[in-house]
């Protein structure tokens, strides 16, 4: 059974970081591209950052570019997004999914990836 837990979620001041931990197990980690969304109250699921098989590329949404960034370590089957000069807007439930058909592009959509986590939540006040 595939399960994906996220940690490190919780409430900053703005300006402030967070990183995010996603814990994966029941797959071969080293065989799909990750990536983590965010989901804010009425709101669509919104695409953060991703991180293709290896390693070898990652893309950005142009709203956190220069701000998050996302690594993996495949050894502990974890992929973590670090989270700086964080904003109010930044507030969601963020969610790490994993892409087991697109392991070495990667997809911005959320319809492409197999595995969700149950997320967890960013608070960044004014």
């Known amino acids: 059974q595939v399960q994906l837990v996220e940690s490190g979620g919780g409430l900053v001041e703005a300006g402030g970081s967070l990183t995010l931990v996603c814990a994966a197990s029941?797959?071969?980690?080293?065989?799909?591209?990750m990536g983590w969304f965010r989901h804010y109250y009425g709101k669509e699921r919104e695409f953060v950052a991703l991180?293709?098989?290896?390693?070898?590329?990652?893309t950005y949404a142009d709203s956190v570019r220069g701000r998050f960034t996302i690594s993996r370590d495949d050894a502990g089957n974890r992929v973590s997004l670090q989270m700086k000069h964080l904003r109010p807007e930044d507030t969601a439930v963020y969610y790490c999914?994993?892409?087991?058909?697109?392991?070495?592009?990667?997809?911005?959509?959320?319809?492409?990836?197999?595995?969700w986590g149950q997320g967890t939540l960013v608070t960044v006040s004014s």
């Open positions: 999914a994993a892409d087991r058909r697109n392991p070495n592009r990667g997809s911005t959509y959320p319809i492409s990836y197999d595995y």
């Open positions: 029941g797959l071969t980690f080293s065989n799909v591209a």
């Open positions: 991180i293709t098989r290896n390693g070898d590329r990652t």
